[in-house]
């Protein structure tokens, strides 16, 4: 069997999956009924711009080749360049980067960032692979994507198994296709850079950052805070890892984790000592001062929050009801079902959803593009403070659709979006 085709048989057993694409569109097309959106700029809306899907050849380390398959999906550039990040899974296929790339354009639209939508991604299980091969991999699909990518026209970014590093590495192979002349002033063709290769502070933390921030405001609309609150989180990677140690040094406690090799729980979980423990062994299932647990377990574990920060389509009718919780704040892009919604819904538990409460990582994506267009670097105290500003006008943008529209949260989100696409249709119309 080849490294792809047993990387597809790693995905999670019993796992059902839904079409992600097909439940990107539904939460669409209600959210477009409800506002009464243009029938042909929903059309436009609804369908994906560019689609690029590329087949390559790399050399592993022991000398075979191997082909691989990789994407880039451009949903929508009407608000700026197409931006969006890259991730590295066995379960990349087109209709995901299709839901993904959608997703993205709502969330510039909500924090008003100018920027569209897209997503991308290689198909493979990056553990089977050594730091050398996932070099070579990263540059030749760089190479294959060639003009698809670009500064300002298409700024890919870190996403699932991605991090600053393939970001540098996808840099250097842009620059080096380009003339020298223009090499300087191309930086900003790629975001999550190492902050030495041109990356921003606080870059790293921001998809975590945001989600915090979201929860105070959500905490403090009912005269509430984080001190003493619980959490459970899902995925232990940037954005579950960063949520968690922040809600920690807010006063609230980390009652259960979940990663995609297991669940622990414990009375209280040490956000900062469960990450050395994966740093060191790859997962959170080991950690000692914790116990293992099911996966239903996890959904079951009563907690104040719950931040899904790993795939899509995790709350679902058979996940959501299990869910003793609050407030689920979505880390993870499309980890909420339709059905799950509707059973959240129905339970009293409230939704922060994605296309809002992830955008953190997004905005300060768009400042790091402006400082490299600038030749800025700026302080993370200043970057904070204005993805702060960014995200909570977005979310008051989200609270005044749900009041105005008496809609769930995550159709007042796409309301948002959508009417500020309508509007910028409108004013530009159609060509010719
Ligand atoms: P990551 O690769 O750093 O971490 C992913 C985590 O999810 C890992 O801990 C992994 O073990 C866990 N996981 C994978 N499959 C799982 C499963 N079936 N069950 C439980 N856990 C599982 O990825 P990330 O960058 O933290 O991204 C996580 C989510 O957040 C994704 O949905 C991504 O699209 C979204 N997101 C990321 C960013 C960002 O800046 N990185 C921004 C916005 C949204």
Redo the contacts with the bound molecule.
């Keep these: 069997m080849t490294r792809r085709a047993e990387s597809v048989v790693l995905e999670?057993a019993g796992?059902p999956r839904q079409s992600v694409y097909e439940m990107c569109r539904t939460q669409f097309r209600h959210a477009a009924d409800v506002m009464r959106l243009d029938s042909a700029i929903a059309r436009i809306l609804e369908s994906t711009t560019n689609e690029i899907i590329v087949h390559f050849p790399v050399q592993m380390d022991d000398g075979r080749i191997e082909v691989l398959t990789g994407y880039r999906v451009q949903h929508n550039n009407v608000l700026g360049p197409f931006k969006g990040?890259l991730?590295f899974h066995p379960s990349v296929e087109l209709d995901e980067v299709r839901a993904?790339a959608t997703w993205m354009t709502w969330k510039s639209a909500i924090v008003d960032i100018p920027f569209g939508g897209a997503k991308g991604g290689i198909q493979l299980e990056p553990s089977f692979y050594s730091r050398r091969e996932l070099e070579r991999i990263t540059r030749r699909f760089t190479f294959a994507l060639n003009g698809n990518i670009g500064p300002e026209y298409d700024i890919p970014?870190?996403?699932?198994?991605t991090s600053p590093q393939v970001m540098a590495w996808i840099l250097d192979t842009f620059l080096t296709m380009m003339p020298p002349l223009e090499r300087n002033r191309s930086l900003h063709v790629v975001t999550?850079k190492p902050i030495e290769a041109g990356g921003c502070v606080g870059r790293d933390k921001?998809?975590g950052q945001g989600v915090v921030y979201c929860i105070e405001r959500w905490m403090k609309e009912r005269s509430s805070s984080l001190l003493g609150k619980t959490f459970t989180v899902?995925?232990?990677?940037?954005?579950?890892s960063w949520t968690a140690r922040l809600l920690q040094e807010l006063g609230a406690t980390l009652v259960a984790v979940?990663?995609?090799?297991g669940a622990i729980a414990a009375d209280g979980i040490d956000a900062n000592a469960l990450l050395s423990h994966v740093r060191a062994s790859g997962?959170v299932v080991g950690y000692e001062q914790a116990v293992p647990i099911t996966h239903e377990e996890f959904l079951a574990t009563e907690a104040n929050i719950f931040v899904p920060?790993?795939?899509?389509a995790?709350i679902t009718e058979e996940a959501a009801p299990l869910l003793s919780v609050d407030l689920v704040a979505e880390?993870?892009?499309?980890?909420t079902t339709p059905e799950g919604d509707r059973l959240l819904q129905d339970h009293g538990i409230d939704v922060i959803p994605?296309i809002l409460c992830?955008a953190g990582?997004?905005v300060v994506s768009y400042f790091e593009w402006l400082q490299n267009k600038r030749s800025e670097s700026w302080e993370l105290e200043e970057v904070d403070r204005k993805l702060r500003c960014k995200l909570l006008a977005g979310y008051d943008r989200v609270e005044e659709a749900r009041r105005e529209y008496d809609v769930d949260p995550r159709t007042a989100a796409h309301i948002v979006a959508l009417k500020r696409l309508e509007a910028v249709y409108e004013q530009r119309g159609i060509f010719p």
């Design positions: 999670r796992t990040g991730r993904l970014a870190p996403d699932v198994n999550g921001a998809t899902q995925g232990f990677g940037n954005v579950g979940e990663d995609v090799a997962s920060a790993a795939l899509e995790q880390g993870a892009n499309g980890p994605d992830n990582g997004v």
